[in-house]
């Protein structure tokens, strides 16, 4: 977070970069791609999770530099402005060095970026078809998962797209929670390995599958014996504002797949999108060694995990007009003093967009979620009126 | 000991011919338009040559799907229209590919408007005006002499980064221009009938294809480039359809006829949908019977 004046600052210097772009001659890479996204919505009432929260409010607002730094790097800063409670935050979502000219398919990337793990979460929000990231996303990744840390991945020089890549992280976002501030977390506390593969089926059709495995080195939670329940205020952490996951453990493996359908592979008029992921999050907790009655938790508690799931469809049948449905259910566990309650989410989730150009969108989106012991929400079905409109030069979207 | 040695001749043999095939593996091409892989077939025959969209699909709006990535990884060289028509997809392809032989244009890519003088440069863009670019309009296939340098530039592309097939290189582009000079006047002369004639149509995607045949487009289906026809503007496009002087309303094959249609009916205007590149209908198999349907459904219009 900076303070006010750096913040200024910041914006100034962004003023000044995008006044000069306007009158280059040369957009293309080589000069510095200035962007910013502005979201705003009104939502009728507060979804669970970390997820937006009733009345008028702003979401992500982005601002971008990218560009070709040589013939070797690229690099990108991104960073976001949020309100909450009335302060205004700055967060530097990315920041990172991207190797361009390494030899054999490799590449590394290096800084704090979006980890690769999954289909969304390389994604920006403001791409998403959905006012909010799927409950599974806000439950385990933090909304979305971007640190610090380095990356190498590989393409191979195959038809048939397979890369593979594997990062290491510091994880401060992911440690599980610390409720007495005396743990020795791991200084590298996240590696991740994953690999995807992709291709077309005919003209109309693509496709591409994903395996994805985090560690975290501090993910698991260790328990005491309290014979007190939780403070309630826990559950303010995991429900109100906060970019740490909500649900650690020290295994993820995640699965996901896309598939994309254009009439004769022609996006512009109509495509549908088929897309799901699914999150199983094990070695969730673990148990003071020097505790008398450990086993009665280590015998009904050890192959306890946490999973989430989600699929989602959107179908754009107009150059204007997309319409999209997904569906998502997250299973976890939270602990109370000597035992561990199971909750659930469930959500659904209808919307419509429409699309005046390429670079704004008016989203209505219509959610019911029904929770099972969790706490933060009263209403089970929720309005959102959103827009999302970019200003700049915008990047590629990602398949 | 015969046998063995005999062996270790006929395994070394079959080493060597593994080697030597992946040696002379065929130079990797990836065109981003169908246009592009026509004009690279021609000019390199031995060249492995794969087209990243069909003259079916908008090539502003491509996705940067993994099998796009896939075929980018292997290129040795990618041949693209330029002056920011990918720019949507291309930089993301490029990033995800890994392929450092491909990233600029000293090296292994390749732009066609880097080449000729591109029509409707812009000086100051601003994205009321829709989806515009700078560099101007980067649909310049469709003006024959300008094709022509472009291919002058693309066989030297080939033959500086392909250097032990230079003859070829140049023996195909020899071919090619003879051809091209030849049908050059028989084009210009079928096409003489259409001088002056006033047309309506979507995009700029036949700008140069106009310019060339001194055909008018006095109005534009899209409200502003990128946009879709909407019902207002072309209620507007009317009046303008019915004053008696508009041959047709012309639309590109990636392009939805709806519009066209709506104000077809209204007006009385023949709707003909003309292929934007090879392969956009079945006459249209290469450069020179792409040029000959697209100057037959225009001549033919009644």
């Known amino acids: 977070m900076f303070s006010s004046n750096k913040r200024l600052t910041a914006v100034a210097i962004a003023c000044a970069f995008s006044s000069s772009s306007v009158f280059a001659e040369d957009s293309s890479l080589t000069n510095p791609n200035i962007s910013a996204v502005l979201d705003g919505f009104y939502q009728s009432g507060d979804r669970g999770l970390g997820g937006r929260s009733e009345g008028f409010g702003l979401g992500e607002t982005e601002l971008a530099i990218s560009a070709n730094i040589d013939d070797m790097f690229y690099g990108k800063v991104t960073a976001i402005l949020e309100v909450h409670d009335g302060d205004t935050e700055i967060e530097l979502e990315e920041a990172f060095i991207q190797t361009m000219a390494m030899p054999g398919g490799f590449g590394i990337r290096a800084g704090r970026f979006l980890s690769d793990i999954g289909y969304l979460n390389n994604q920006h929000i403001h791409t998403d078809s959905f006012s909010d990231r799927p409950a599974a996303y806000r439950a385990f990744m933090g909304g979305h998962y971007f640190d610090d840390g380095v990356r190498l991945t590989y393409v191979a020089p195959t038809d048939l797209y397979w890369t593979m890549g594997i990062e290491a992280f510091s994880g401060e976002k992911m440690r599980a929670e610390d409720e007495h501030d005396e743990r020795d977390f791991n200084s590298v506390g996240v590696y991740s390995a994953f690999t995807k593969f992709g291709g077309d089926i005919g003209y109309s059709s693509s496709w591409q599958v994903g395996l994805s495995y ?26 109100g504002h906060s970019h740490s996951a909500s649900y650690t453990g020290e295994n993820t493996y995640i699965a996901d797949f896309v598939y994309k359908w254009a009439p004769n592979g022609n996006y512009k008029y109509q495509h549908l999108t088929v897309s799901g992921e699914y999150f199983r999050v094990s070695d969730i907790f673990s148990f003071e060694e020097d ?105 590629a979207h990602q398949f | 000991m015969r046998i063995n040695s005999k062996k270790v001749i006929i395994a070394a043999t079959l080493l060597a011919g593994l080697v030597s095939s992946s040696a002379n593996a065929a130079f990797n091409v990836f065109a981003c338009e169908p246009e592009y892989a026509a004009l690279t077939e021609a000019l390199a025959p031995n060249a492995k040559v794969y087209s990243a969209t069909s003259a079916l699909q908008d090539p502003h709006q491509v996705q940067a799907r993994p099998s796009l990535i896939a075929k980018m990884r292997q290129a040795d060289l990618v041949v693209c229209a330029g002056a920011d028509l990918e720019i949507g997809w291309l930089p993301m392809l490029q990033m995800k590919a890994s392929n450092n032989k491909v990233l600029s244009t000293d090296t292994g890519l390749f732009y066609a408007a880097e080449h000729i003088e591109t029509l409707d440069q812009l000086t ?78 979507y995009h700029s995607s036949f700008r140069y294809l106009f310019n060339w045949l001194a055909i008018e487009q006095v109005a534009d289906l899209e409200p502003k480039p990128g946009l879709p026809p909407s019902s207002s503007h072309l209620a507007k496009l009317v009046n303008r359809g019915q004053q008696g002087d508009i041959m047709a309303i012309v639309v590109a094959s990636y392009q939805d006829e709806r519009g066209a249609n709506w104000l077809g009916e209204r007006t009385d205007l023949p709707v003909v949908v003309v292929p934007m590149s090879v392969g956009g209908n079945d006459q249209s198999h290469d450069l020179i019977s792409l040029y000959d349907s697209v100057l037959t459904i225009l001549t033919e219009v009644e």
């Open chain 2, 124 to 201: 100051q863009v601003d994205r009321s005006m829709g989806d515009v670019h700078a560099k101007g309009n980067p649909h310049l296939h469709f003006d024959p002499r300008k094709f022509l340098k472009v291919a002058q530039a693309l066989s030297a592309k080939l033959t500086e980064l392909d250097p032990s097939s230079a003859a070829e290189y140049q023996a195909s582009l020899a071919e090619f221009t003879e051809q091209w000079q030849q049908a050059i006047p028989r084009w210009e002369e079928k096409a003489q009938q259409l001088k002056g004639k006033k047309v309506i149509a």
């Open chain 1, 214 to 239: 985090l560690r975290n080195e501090n993910g698991k939670t260790y328990l005491e014996d309290e014979h007190e329940p939780h403070a309630d205020d826990d559950h303010d952490d995991h429900e």
């Open chain 1, 291 to 395: 505790h008398d009655h450990e086993h009665d938790l280590l015998s009904t508690d050890s192959d306890d995990y946490h999973q989430g799931w989600y699929l989602s469809s959107v179908y754009q049948f107009s150059p204007n007009w997309s319409a999209g449905i997904r569906y998502g259910e997250v299973d976890t566990f939270e602990a109370h003093g000597d035992h561990l309650d199971p909750q659930k989410l469930k959500e659904t989730e209808l919307s419509l967009a429409w699309h005046y150009s390429h670079f704004s969108t008016v989203r209505l989106q219509y959610t019911n979620q029904q929770g099972t012991n969790f706490d933060g929400f009263e209403d089970d079905n929720i309005l959102t009126l959103q827009y999302v409109m970019t200003l700049g030069a915008h990047g």
